[in-house]
């Protein structure tokens, strides 16, 4: 094991890879407050600062690709009373991920300014989206934890904002069939509303994320990534020691868990599709909920490192913590999928699959661990590095199809695919597109989906835990069911309903360009996969904690053919289902009460946000009304009974004072003698 | 050191010469004033010099019959300013009075039997003392035309005379113990023991309860403090109680220091429990008390008792440190200047303004309206008896309570939630004054010069209560 080599250098210029969106941010911050309302002027700056970030971003990546990672800080401290500084390292995890997320940023944004034309909120849209990509970026190229830590709360902050773009509630920008109910909570969401879920539900996880690094700092006495790589052993020991490294670990993770959309934190993300489409695209479905993702890969090795150091207690500690974060993205991915199948919004089959998909991320990181306890140790760091090449080639063909379905939905006017059909007819580049960038989703090969989750499914069989690995492989068949359903539905099939679109025609090229290219991405990184593989083994050469190659060659063994099979068939029958046999589905559903049941708990996402809304929104309630009663009897004891009492006192006390002189020269000549008689007797 | 004296001779000689002046027809009542007051400004500037000299030393008078130390002369010149702001706010109203130039005569006689008061160093000085600002008192609640101040008065005489009658005990069992009539050291006599220092303690206390109002000892007070005329009040529950506060203090300073008496018996804890009984005792049958009348002078009269009991915490925290820790023992003793203080200059000019003002809450509504000064000054006066800080009350507590945390916490506790307690009635009134408006001024300017010179004493003398300390 060998640590990259790294030179500090100053804190400019590898920086402005994440303060120049910052930057751009705040220029258009003055530029709102001086009254501007130029719209060229905003997406012109926020453009420009995206750029100036990702050509910052492919340098360095080139550069730390080339071997040499960068650690760029400030001199002195930044808080001197716990040491912190002010820097950006990039090694080779980072320098892919800023890569990733810096072009799609630019890509998105790019889309943005045809799609966004004319709202009456495009300035505020264009400062949040350049306000995000800095913290985004600042997320994964921050030095330190606190410095992540104010970028990952800027995320959820431009997150909120941006869910809750459209905040006047209009129908139109809902989730959610208006007027359906749950278990009698209803499942129809505005954006006002679903802005607010989104930072509740994420706090959550953040909370736990700042109690995490604060007990690491007390533990360790640093929260500088590169210091707790190198005395990873030392901490996770010390922790282990104590035995609280498995629940430490979990509380740290939260954080992760919650921005990644991973059960029980997944809600948030189904309902945050209310915000504009390219939101989606960027924030809810390629970076920031990436950042969960970022921070297990970032953090998986170093564990797995410091626990194999630190000894048995330490090794056996990790598994635990690997094995649950394992399961519970075992879980996400199957439970998402699961509600992909019966969905009819377009948007939200896209967000189920993207809590799916970051499920599949979650189990390669936690994979490792498990791989690692059993002394594999190459071989947990290439899970590693297969989770982030699922969240690269995610990234792209996910970016891609919530492009297509901003466009979609605008050409509809509606976001239910019922009113959507035979487009394929109208525009036969965007088609193609879903074609190309559904396909990778649904993991045929030899798509760049495909490779990147056939190496998850990989791993996980490695780390050995059967449900995981089972979970992990329905999911994958599902996956391509739902997907095929999907496009089939939009692209072949006439529409289920009258809808009162647009007469339907291709998109206008700067929106239709983003989404061809990232779905003919998608395609040429699994063509490609040779190359693309030997660049992120060299990164993970280059990252710290795992310091060496990795082989990410996709290995056709036995499971590899199941789950093409899997694949292949499902969409087979879906496809047989769907444009030869002709089943109404929906007939079906509203025939049969057993079809209907499973259709409903798949459609009202397993009656989760139901449950949420009737334990802690009810509960809370509860505690509420609870706590009105005790405010209100503290309210009778101060303003009724102790005025009460201390009237009846008074009046008592004065009651003796009677205004006669012999009576009160009784008192004083009896309570003289009784003082006397007591005083004698005590002293007698 | 003798300049002192004489100037405590001018101003008996004032009072003297008051009636010898006003018995001449043709004389009004501004001369007398001015008597009067050249009476209290030679106090003040004797008090003044006794404060200067008797820094870190102890001043002897009369062969050691009188005593004063920095505490005492601090409390000399405490009831002077006290006095003097009550003079000024009896500028115009009491000239009325038929009776006005004994009003005159014996507010500075008041003030030179508070010197022997304070000073006493000897049981027969007491009692001399003692009776001499006890008839003044008397006289002085009688005064007024009205039938109550009469009434007052006689309840007051019958009272005062049972007390003085404890307090000749006390004197005797001095004497007694010492087996000679001749001069006794103040405290308890050397040879009593047991039994007697209890009879002796006893007595004391009941009579100087009396006219301190401690409870059980303080019948008499709401009654007389809340019939007799305002003016009248302020002078007995303003320089007068302050004499009689520093007399008790020596004899608990005395009576703790002694290595027998008391400690033998309790282990030096006995005295500073009797008082903090009596002290939890008075403070809380003073604030609750006070809590619902509408007449103000009874809420100031209940609020008097309060107070009292305050400073009875100070004197537990003396009586237990005074062996233990003399450091803390001081702090106590500055807490009780500070606290008799800001407790006088704020009671004579309230006192004062119920006779001008009317005694019922409702007639002190809108005081604002008339005097936008008074009234501002009459919340600073009340704030300062809450004890609200920077003023001049807050200091006198937390130094009382600081020295007292040390003996009890239990004490504290009380005294703080006492506190609390207090505020209700005070910012009761409070409300009342600054709220509302009235259509004319009712109130004479040397009033409201009283009052504005009290409120921004106790401002001034807040901000600067840490360095008086050193006085102390």
């Known amino acids: 094991?060998?640590?990259?080599?790294?030179?500090?250098?100053?804190?400019?210029?590898?920086?402005?890879?994440?303060?120049?969106?910052?930057?751009?941010?705040?220029?258009?911050?003055?530029?709102?407050?001086?009254?501007?309302?130029?719209?060229?002027?905003?997406?012109g700056v926020s453009l420009v600062s995206i750029l100036a970030s990702a050509i910052i971003s492919t340098i360095a990546a080139a550069r730390v690709l080339g071997g040499e990672p960068i650690?760029?800080?400030?001199?002195?401290?930044?808080?001197?009373?716990?040491?912190?500084?002010?820097?950006?390292?990039?090694?080779?995890?980072?320098?892919?991920?800023?890569?990733?997320?810096?072009?799609?940023?630019?890509?998105?944004?790019?889309?943005?300014?045809?799609?966004?034309?004319g709202d009456w909120g495009l300035h505020r849209y264009f400062f949040f989206i350049t306000f995000f990509v800095g913290s985004m970026q600042l997320v994964v190229l921050a030095d330190n934890l606190l410095l992540l830590f104010i970028g990952w709360e800027g995320t959820g902050i431009a997150s909120y904002a941006l869910i809750g773009h459209w905040y006047t509630d209009e129908e139109e920008y809902w989730v959610g069939v208006p007027g359906r109910r749950a278990l009698g909570?209803?499942?129809?969401?505005?954006?006002?509303?679903?802005?607010?879920?989104?930072?509740?539900?994420?706090?959550?996880?953040?909370?736990?994320l700042l109690v995490g690094t604060a007990i690491i700092y007390l533990t360790v006495g640093t929260i500088t990534i590169p210091e707790l790589v190198q005395n990873a052993a030392a901490w996770i020991g010390a922790l282990a020691a104590k035995g609280i490294l498995p629940s430490l670990l979990l509380i740290f993770t939260l954080g992760a868990l919650g921005k990644s959309a991973q059960f029980p934190f997944h809600e948030w993300l189904v309902t945050a599709m209310t915000g504009p489409t390219p939101v989606s695209a960027l924030i809810h479905a390629a970076t920031m909920v990436k950042a969960g993702v970022y921070f297990i890969l970032r953090f998986a090795p170093i564990i797995i490192v410091g626990a194999l150091a630190a000894g048995e207690a330490a090794k056996a500690q990790a598994l635990d913590y690997f094995t649950i974060v394992a399961g519970l993205g075992a879980v996400t991915a199957f439970m998402m999928a699961t509600m992909a199948l019966v969905s009819n919004e377009l948007k939200l089959i896209l967000a189920y699959s993207t809590a799916s998909q970051l499920g599949y991320m979650f189990i390669?990181?936690?994979?490792?661990?498990?791989?690692?306890?059993?002394?594999?140790?190459?071989?947990?760091?290439?899970?590693?590095?297969?989770?982030?090449?699922?969240?690269?080639?995610?990234?792209?063909?996910?970016?891609?199809?919530?492009?297509?379905?901003?466009?979609?939905?605008?050409?509809?006017?509606?976001?239910?695919?019922?009113?959507?059909?035979?487009?394929?007819?109208?525009?036969?580049?965007?088609?193609?597109?879903?074609?190309?960038?559904?396909?990778?989703?649904?993991?045929?090969?030899?798509?760049?989906?495909?490779?990147?989750k056939e190496l998850v499914i990989y791993y996980a069989e490695e780390a050995g835990i059967g449900p995981v690995l089972w979970l992990a492989v329905i999911t994958a068949g599902l996956t391509a069911a739902y997907t095929l359903r999907m496009i089939i539905r939009i692209l072949h099939l006439p529409p289920r309903e009258e809808g009162h679109g647009h007469e339907p025609h291709e998109a206008h090229p700067i929106m239709l360009g983003p989404y061809l290219v990232l779905a003919l991405a998608s395609i040429i990184l699994g063509l490609a996969w040779g190359q693309v593989s030997g660049v992120l083994s060299k990164a993970a050469q280059l990252t710290a904690a795992i310091g060496e190659a990795v082989s990410?060659?996709?290995?056709?063994?036995?499971?590899?053919?199941?789950?093409?099979?899997?694949?292949?068939?499902?969409?087979?029958?879906?496809?047989?289902?769907?444009?030869?046999?002709?089943?109404?589905?929906?007939?079906?559903?509203?025939?049969?009460?057993a079809a209907r049941m499973i259709h409903d708990f798949l459609y009202d996402r397993w009656y989760i946000n139901s449950i949420y809304y009737i334990v802690f929104v009810g509960g809370f309630t509860y505690i509420m009304l609870s706590l009105q009663l005790v405010d209100s009897l503290i309210d009778l004891l101060y303003h009724s009974a102790i005025p009460l009492l201390a009237a009846l006192g008074a009046a008592a006390l004065r009651t003796l004072h009677r205004g006669r002189t012999d009576y009160y020269l009784t008192l004083y000549i009896y309570f003289a003698s009784l003082a006397l008689l007591l005083i004698y007797l005590y002293w007698r | 050191m003798e300049a002192v004296l004489y100037l405590m001779y001018a101003t008996l000689a004032s009072s003297l010469i008051v009636p010898a002046i006003a018995s001449r027809e043709e004389v009004g009542a501004r001369p007398v004033i001015a008597i009067s007051l050249a009476g209290v400004t030679a106090y003040l500037v004797g008090s003044l010099l006794l404060v200067a000299e008797a820094q870190g030393t102890i001043v002897e008078y009369y062969d050691g019959l009188v005593v004063h130390d920095s505490f005492s002369a601090m409390m000399t010149l405490s009831a002077g300013v006290v006095a003097a702001v009550a003079l000024l706010a009896a500028a115009r109203e009491p000239a009325l009075w038929t009776t006005h130039p004994a009003y005159y005569s014996l507010l500075p006689m008041s003030l030179f039997g508070v010197f022997f008061l304070a000073g006493a160093m000897d049981a027969l000085v007491v009692l001399a003392?003692?009776?001499?600002?006890?008839?003044?008192?008397?006289?002085?609640?009688?005064?007024?035309?009205?039938?109550?101040?009469?009434?007052?008065?006689?309840?007051?005489?019958?009272?005062?005379?049972?007390?003085?009658?404890?307090?000749?005990?006390?004197?005797?069992s001095q004497a007694v113990a010492a087996a000679d009539l001749g001069i006794q050291p103040l405290g308890l006599a050397p040879a009593m023991e047991g039994t007697a220092s209890g009879l002796a303690a006893s007595l004391i206390l009941a009579a100087l309860g009396f006219k301190l109002g401690l409870v059980p000892f303080h019948w008499w007070l709401p009654s007389v403090y809340s019939r007799a005329h305002g003016r009248a009040v302020a002078l007995v529950a303003g320089p007068v109680k302050i004499g009689f506060i520093a007399l008790l203090t020596r004899i608990i300073y005395q009576a703790s220091q002694q290595p027998f008496g008391f400690e033998t018996l309790a282990g030096g804890t006995l005295l500073a429990g009797v008082l903090a009984v009596a002290s939890i005792a008075t403070m809380t049958y003073g604030n609750i008390a006070a809590l619902t009348p509408r007449n103000v002078q009874a809420i100031l009269a209940y609020s008097s008792i309060a107070h009292v009991g305050y400073i009875l915490a100070g004197l537990a925290a003396l009586a237990y440190l005074n062996t233990v820790d003399p450091g803390l023992a001081s702090l106590a003793l500055a807490g009780i200047v500070i606290q008799s203080l800001a407790y006088g200059l704020s009671k004579a000019p309230l006192f004062s303004l119920a006779p001008e003002a009317g005694q019922d809450l409702d007639d002190w509504r809108g005081l604002a309206g008339s005097s936008r000064a008074t009234s501002v000054g009459v919340a600073v006066l009340l704030l300062s008896l809450l004890g609200v800080p920077p003023l001049?009350?807050?200091?006198?507590k937390l130094y009382i309570f600081i020295a007292a945390a040390s003996y009890s916490m239990l004490l504290v506790l009380i005294a703080l939630v006492n506190s609390g307690v207090s505020s209700a009635y005070y910012i009761r009134v409070m409300r009342e004054v600054l709220t509302g408006s009235r259509e004319e001024g009712i109130i004479s300017d040397e009033l409201k010069a009283a009052i504005v010179l009290a409120s921004l004493l106790t401002i001034a003398l807040g901000l600067l209560a840490p360095a008086l300390l050193s006085l102390i």
Not at chain 1, 18 to 32: E, V
Not at chain 1, 400 to 405: E, K, M, R
Not at chain 1, 563 to 587: C, E, N, P, T
């Open chain 1, 185 to 208: 909570q209803p499942m129809y969401f505005e954006p006002s509303h679903s802005a607010v879920r989104a930072i509740l539900f994420t706090r959550i996880g953040d909370i736990g």
């Open chain 2, 129 to 172: 003392a003692w009776m001499l600002v006890s008839v003044i008192s008397y006289v002085i609640i009688a005064l007024p035309d009205d039938k109550e101040s009469s009434k007052a008065a006689v309840r007051y005489i019958y009272v005062g005379a049972v007390a003085t009658l404890l307090l000749g005990l006390w004197v005797a």
């Open chain 2, 392 to 396: 001049l009350g807050f200091w006198g």
């Open chain 1, 552 to 593: 990410l060659q996709v290995k056709f063994a036995g499971l590899t053919y199941i789950v093409i099979g899997l694949v292949l068939a499902s969409m087979g029958v879906v496809g047989f289902l769907y444009m030869a046999a002709r089943v109404d589905f929906m007939g079906i559903v509203s025939r049969s009460t």
């Open chain 1, 1 to 43: 094991m060998v640590e990259p080599g790294y030179v500090v250098e100053g804190f400019l210029p590898w920086s402005l890879a994440w303060l120049a969106p910052y930057i751009g941010a705040f220029i258009l911050a003055l530029a709102y407050i001086a009254g501007s309302r130029n719209d060229k002027l905003y997406w």
């Open chain 1, 71 to 117: 650690y760029a800080k400030a001199s002195g401290y930044w808080f001197p009373w716990i040491k912190v500084t002010l820097g950006t390292y990039i090694d080779g995890l980072s320098a892919v991920m800023a890569l990733v997320v810096s072009w799609l940023s630019f890509l998105i944004a790019l889309y943005s300014v045809k799609y966004m034309e």
């Open chain 1, 364 to 452: 390669a990181g936690a994979a490792a661990g498990i791989i690692a306890y059993h002394g594999e140790l190459e071989a947990a760091l290439s899970s590693v590095m297969a989770g982030l090449s699922h969240l690269v080639s995610h990234a792209v063909f996910k970016a891609s199809l919530f492009l297509i379905a901003g466009w979609l939905i605008h050409v509809a006017h509606n976001r239910f695919i019922d009113t959507m059909g035979n487009y394929a007819k109208y525009m036969k580049l965007t088609a193609f597109s879903l074609w190309l960038a559904g396909l990778s989703l649904a993991g045929l090969p030899p798509f760049s989906g495909f490779f990147s």
